[in-house]
């Protein structure tokens, strides 16, 4: 029996002639509903991964199989109809209104030669809805915060109706509230059966559910497993390079939380 | 046209949008009445002026059986003279109006025109070496659709690289494609006998609707309507196109394939609008912005609307082109008047580079 996403001994790099692969030789399974959280510091390939699972980029060894099958025998469509992609903000050239972004999700349902149906604007209403941005739909998407921005990406990638979404870094330059915000979101997708896999730089958010985490460190996984063991003091300082300490909050959060030890120069 | 643009921006800035959605069926109601009226006043007008009833008459008369009481001589002047010439300017800024809203689409840029690949330069190179070396107008206009194709597909294959297409390298190709052909047209303009083909290679590249006659158009005509018609099936998906690559791969999109589809097409219409009326600049830049002012950014929607204002305003252009003065002004010349303030104007407005 296969695991519902299996990826076994994966190696990319961007260009043939480069020496260094960004990662190599990773293998790790995900199961169906669970919500993973790639962890791993700046420019360690987390974004690169992310788009080789999508389909955007193209493994050179090894390969990623969903309920058995090869990613890469899927046919562009149908593979969007099982993976969404929820891409790190960048914004639209055109001043497109939101409800118009939202139904784009519906692209891999739509043939080639065909505007969205009745249907199609009918699931879009529902993808906002689930994500809370339907107030917006007739507003331009110039006209959006960030964190509307990130919901509205969301909400698209919903209206794909996909089994799995991919976001990468989706709490990224966001305020403290609407970070919770796009937890609640994840976490609400998750409950209802949607597989997540999410690079992010928040140790702290894999601690809110027991979640599964993996930090990516110098090409390879430095640990993979459930979020109490996976991050620990040991492995942030070998990932990031600094002290921390992982407390416990008591007084009805009952959860676990990573704060920094400062050096004395630092708090000096 | 400034005040009338400004009071239709405001009139727009009064609706919400939501409310634009619902009008946009109407405003292309209107739009296509408008293009009918603005064809039936470029048949009435010219050096000689024919009353609307009589123009509608000859027109219908060519299908149904009305009695003629009216002389051939005007019979000829509506159907033969100006009739080409209206349906090759209708065609013409329908084409480069829709080539330029998808090209903006596809290369994620509003000031892209549908020249950027290189076709116009390609196309006027063609028709500078046709009328050096044979001057006969089939030749002419088949030499400059051949050599719009050339310049295109040399761009595309310049900018291929790993069987992917970046758009920046397409586009920096068809600066290098499009600077060599104007230099080879120079080229050609310097050699050409200065009293005889030098001004006709001149007024062949400022543009003109005159040399169009019903023939040629029945040639050139299928083309035009087999890639509008591409385009128009498959505008929603330059929506996608125009979130970049990897959303569109990720949302299903085959995008080299459907660039593919639209670069092809949109090449066929220019080169074939160069090969009928010489270089028309302006149009395919303005038209779309146009467009977007009064329906939004939505290619669904945008695409049909930009036709309507397309055809509607190359007429209208033909219409002063052929009337203000005496003789005809080049309609390259007034399109490129009109363009740069409209689109000026538009800048300021909408801040489209934003």
């Not at chain 1, 979404?165 to 915000?181: A, F, R, V, W, Y």
């Not at chain 2, 109407?26 to 000689?48: A, K």
């Not at chain 2, 779309?288 to 309507?308: A, E, F, W, Y």
Request: glycine content about 6%; aromatic content about 8%.
């Amino acid at each position: 029996m296969a695991a519902y996403i299996n990826i076994e001994n994966i190696s990319f790099k961007y260009l043939q002639k480069q020496q260094i692969n960004i990662f190599e030789d990773i293998s790790f399974n995900v199961n169906k509903s669970e919500i993973f959280y790639l962890l791993g510091p700046n420019g360690t390939g987390k974004s690169t991964m992310l788009k080789c699972l999508s389909g955007i980029l193209h493994i050179q060894k090894g390969h990623i199989t969903l309920e058995g099958k090869n990613i890469n025998s899927f046919k562009h469509a149908d593979l969007a109809k099982k993976i969404a992609y929820v891409p790190q903000s960048h914004t639209s050239v055109f001043p497109f209104l939101v409800r118009e972004i939202v139904v784009m999700g519906r692209s891999p349902h739509i043939s080639s030669f065909s505007s969205p149906k009745k249907a199609d604007i009918d699931a879009a209403e529902e993808a906002m809805n689930t994500v809370g941005v339907s107030h917006i739909a007739d507003r331009p998407c110039s006209n959006t915060s960030g964190g509307e921005w990130q919901l509205v990406l969301i909400a698209r990638a919903l209206a794909q109706n996909p089994e799995i979404m991919l976001l990468d870094e989706p709490t990224s330059h966001l305020d403290l509230g609407n970070q919770i915000k796009i937890l609640n979101v994840i976490h609400n997708l998750a409950a209802k059966g949607l597989t997540i896999i999410t690079a992010t730089h928040f140790p702290d958010h894999a601690f809110i559910k027991s979640n599964k985490v993996a930090i990516l460190k110098d090409r390879h996984l430095l640990d993979i497993g459930v979020s109490e063991q996976v991050i620990s003091e040991q492995n942030m300082k070998k990932a990031y390079g600094v002290d921390v300490k992982i407390i416990h909050i008591e007084n009805g959060i009952d959860r676990k939380l990573c704060v920094p030890v400062l050096t004395n120069s630092i708090s000096a | 046209m400034i005040k009338a643009l400004k009071s239709v921006s405001n009139i727009l800035k009064n609706i919400n949008t939501a409310a634009i959605k619902t009008h946009s069926i109407q405003i292309q109601i209107i739009l296509f009445l408008l293009l009918i009226s603005v064809v039936i006043i470029s048949l009435m007008l010219g050096r000689m002026d024919i009353h609307p009833f009589t123009v509608i008459k000859i027109l219908f008369s060519e299908i149904l059986p009305i009695e003629k009481i009216w002389s051939s001589r005007i019979e000829s002047v509506v159907i033969d003279v100006r009739f080409p010439r209206v349906m090759a300017a209708l065609l013409i800024g329908a084409g480069l109006s829709v080539s330029g809203a998808s090209f903006q689409g596809i290369f994620r840029n509003p000031l892209v025109s549908p020249d950027i690949l290189g076709v116009a330069s390609g196309a006027g190179f063609g028709a500078a070496i046709a009328i050096l070396f044979f001057d006969n107008i089939v030749t002419i206009q088949i030499f400059s659709f051949a050599f719009g194709l050339l310049a295109v597909g040399l761009t595309y294959s310049i900018s291929r690289v790993y069987s992917a297409v970046p758009v920046l390298m397409l586009v920096l190709s068809g600066i290098i494609v499009g600077a060599l052909f104007s230099a080879m047209t120079s080229l050609t303009k310097y050699v050409a006998d200065p009293m005889d083909k030098m001004p006709a290679i001149v007024f062949w590249l400022l543009g003109s609707l005159n040399n169009i006659t019903n023939k040629n158009l029945l040639f050139v005509s299928p083309f035009f309507i087999v890639c509008m018609g591409t385009i128009y099936l498959i505008r929603w998906r330059i929506n996608i196109l125009s979130m970049g690559d990897e959303d569109a791969k990720t949302l299903g999109v085959n995008i080299e394939r459907l660039k593919g589809i639209i670069i092809i097409c949109a090449t066929i219409i220019t080169a074939a609008s160069v090969s009928l009326s010489g270089i028309i600049g302006w149009v395919g830049l303005v038209i779309p912005h146009l467009g977007r002012l009064l329906v939004g950014s939505d290619n669904k929607i945008l695409i049909p609307v930009t036709m309507l204002v397309g055809s509607s305003y190359l007429i209208i252009v033909d219409i002063i082109a052929r009337t203000a003065i005496a003789s005809e002004i080049p309609i390259g010349i007034i399109t490129a008047i009109f363009g740069a303030p409209i689109f000026a104007y538009l800048l300021r407005k909408n801040q489209i580079g934003r």
